[in-house]
């Protein structure tokens, strides 16, 4: 464990694979900044602070919003020291690009993307004072498969993976090591898991469970590894198999969640 005076910002962690990603620090002794846009984030960090013997600040912050991300951050570099970042509130959805609303589709820009990289922006000189400093960006397998009726959403998880590699090579020899994790499906809310069962045998055959997702996350994360990959199969298999052949495929399974 790290000095015991330092935090884990996990953002998003009222929730899905936040949630178990805030267990798994806390169960190894970190003390925790969560955020969600509820008060569901304030009932869970009452509950893991009983059950874990650390410090839990839980802050209500809507990430789409910029001002809310900078008074976030501006709280968390004048009273915390940060070692470990983890930028995992997301949003997207399968919907026609021609019938969302615009709304539908700045909300995912605006999450996915530009909160990630503001955050990142804002509280990298606290991350590079500490000792050790980590970036964990939580993406998708979606970042490497363009798909119809997702489009936006794999394209800000695409921003999300080009976005993490280049800065792991800026920071190369400094103190703080950027991660990216690309899980593929998890059945992380009713909504999801419903949209993975219409998906038929593929979605549910690379169902993984998100608490053992998390734990490796974190685990890999601590190591400095640069590329988590939760589902290794599927991975060979978008490497392999031509654009040209994939997009329609991953596209036809898709649009059975409609
Ligand atoms: N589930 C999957 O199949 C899957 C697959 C690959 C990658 N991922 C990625 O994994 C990450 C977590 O996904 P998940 O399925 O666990 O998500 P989730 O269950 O939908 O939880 C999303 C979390 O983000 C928070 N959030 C939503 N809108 C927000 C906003 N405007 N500002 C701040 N926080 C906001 C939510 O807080 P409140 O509940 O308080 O609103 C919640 O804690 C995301 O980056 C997602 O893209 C998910």
Request: hydrophobic share 40%; glycine share 6%; net charge positive.
């Amino acid at each position: 464990m790290m000095d015991d005076k330092t935090f884990a910002l996990v953002t998003g962690a009222s929730g899905g694979l936040g949630r178990e990603l805030s267990e798994e620090l806390a169960r190894r002794g970190y003390n925790l900044i969560l955020t969600g846009t509820s008060h569901r984030v304030e009932l869970f960090a009452e509950e893991l602070r009983k059950r874990h013997n650390v410090d839990i600040i839980a802050r209500i912050a809507n990430l789409t919003n910029r001002e809310e991300i900078l008074r976030l951050t501006s709280e968390i570099n004048d009273n915390y020291d940060l070692f470990m970042l983890v930028n995992n509130a997301g949003t997207g959805g399968s919907q026609s690009f021609e019938k969302v609303s615009s709304e539908y589709l700045e909300n995912i820009i605006d999450l996915n993307v530009r909160a990630t990289t503001l955050l990142t922006h804002e509280l990298l000189p606290n991350l590079k004072r500490q000792k050790r400093g980590y970036i964990l960006n939580i993406g998708s397998m979606a970042a490497h498969n363009p798909t119809a009726y997702k489009t936006v959403y794999p394209a800000s998880k695409a921003f999300i993976w080009s976005f993490s590699l280049g800065l792991r090579e800026e920071l190369k020899g400094t103190s703080v090591s950027v991660s990216i994790a690309s899980p593929g499906a998890m059945a992380t809310s009713p909504e999801i898991t419903a949209r993975i069962e219409r998906q038929g045998f593929w979605g549910k055959a690379t169902l993984k469970k998100t608490s053992a997702i998390a734990q490796k996350c974190i685990r890999q994360t601590l190591k400095g590894k640069r590329h988590i990959v939760i589902n290794p199969l599927s991975l060979t298999l978008t490497c392999l198999l031509p654009d040209c052949i994939r997009v329609p495929i991953l596209s036809s399974i898709v649009k059975k969640e409609l």
